[in-house]
């Protein structure tokens, strides 16, 4: 009887711990439905070149998949720090999403181009099938050519460090690649 | 009584646009066809603005999930198969009545169980109340019926 009293108390500390925890959750992250599987097949021009690519272009992995587009501002202040990356010799490879391929070429003569090649995506339809639904993104391949990981938004110091690191641990560490971007 | 006009008038301006939005044309070879892609494009929830469905919303992602649905209805899909093109991309979230496995069993089993939690309490509650409802005293029914009078004189 006793017992019963404190029970709407206990109730209220379950469900505040309950909201409590919500709070701390991302509602925006989605589960990355890809991850662990092959990097989807494809056959697209390269933005650059103009050759024909498919996925065993984005070869030899652990390398970056980076989605991105001209009309993407978030893009444009993820850019920086991919070329800082590219100089410590992460190789990345680029989806150029549902872009003007013309516009796409002359962002990477203005600003640097990080990419090693860069898949011109311009129907979406690969970004389709790697389950992209905005830019930027940033997925992992490991050296299977499998998916390792998936970034939502833009990429920086530390969500590299935090998620990313692990998969190239031959970049040694990787507070200088904060360096680098800080010297260029 | 001007200004609710001025409102009005105001509002209106601002409303097609957004209801004309996402109004697009597609040529459905049959009106079944249309039906399923009205059911499943209300079911599919937009990845990008989280708390819309496919149809209502004018994300670019949306747009092209109505591309896809159509085109996977007008080549002779299943509602299954789409369903499953769509979850193998973006995940169980983008079904708006997901499956029932280990994640969802309890989204699932939960109108159930309140509404027998909720049985339980009335049944119980219910009981103890019946057995509570003592006739009232002799001074106690004289106190309410002195109550009454005071109140109706």
């Known amino acids: 009887m006793r017992l019963k009293r404190f029970a709407p108390l206990l109730g209220f500390v379950l469900l505040a711990g309950l909201l409590y925890k919500g709070l701390s959750i991302d509602p925006t992250a989605l589960p990355a439905a890809r991850v662990g599987q092959p990097f989807p097949s494809f056959t697209q021009l390269e933005l650059t070149s103009g050759r024909e690519i498919t996925e065993q272009s984005l070869s030899p992995g652990p ?39 013309v516009k796409a070429r002359e962002w990477l003569l203005q600003l640097g181009d990080p990419y090693r090649l860069n898949v011109a995506d311009e129907q979406g339809l690969v970004g389709l099938d790697l389950g992209v639904y905005g830019a ?49 | 009584m001007r200004r609710l006009a001025l409102l009005v008038l105001v509002s209106g301006l601002f409303a097609p646009a957004v209801v004309w939005a996402v109004i697009e044309t597609y040529q459905f070879s049959s009106p079944d066809l249309e039906a399923r892609y009205h059911t499943l494009s209300q079911e599919l929830r937009c990845p990008k603005c989280q708390n819309q469905n496919i149809a209502d919303s004018n994300a670019p992602i949306a747009r092209d999930l109505r591309v896809v649905l159509y085109e996977q209805l007008e080549t002779g899909a299943s509602d299954e198969e789409i369903l499953a093109y769509m979850v193998a991309r973006y995940g169980e979230f983008v079904r708006y009545r997901p499956g029932v496995d280990r994640n969802t069993l309890f989204l699932w089993a939960a109108p159930a169980l309140l509404l027998v939690a909720g049985a339980g309490l009335v049944v119980r509650q219910a ?25 109706n004189g």
């Not at chain 1, 998949?65 to 920086?80: D, G, I, K, M, Q």
Request: aromatic fraction near 10%; include cysteine.
């Open chain 2, 127 to 151: 009981r103890r109340g019946g057995k509570r409802a003592e006739p009232l005293s002799a001074t106690e029914q004289e106190e309410i019926s002195r109550l009454l009078r005071e109140q």
């Open chain 1, 63 to 101: 390398a970056l998949v980076n989605v991105w587009a001209t009309w993407c501002y978030s893009c444009r202040l993820e850019h920086p720090y991919l070329l800082a990356l590219a100089a410590r010799g992460v190789p990345i490879f680029g989806l150029n999403y549902k872009d003007d391929s």
């Open chain 1, 136 to 184: 930027p993104e940033t997925y992992v391949i490991g050296a299977d050519g499998h998916i390792k990981h998936r970034h939502v938004g833009i990429l920086d110091e530390g969500v590299f460090d935090r998620d990313f690191v692990k998969y190239f641990p031959d970049m040694g560490v990787s507070g200088s690649v904060g360096a680098a971007a800080g010297d260029s």
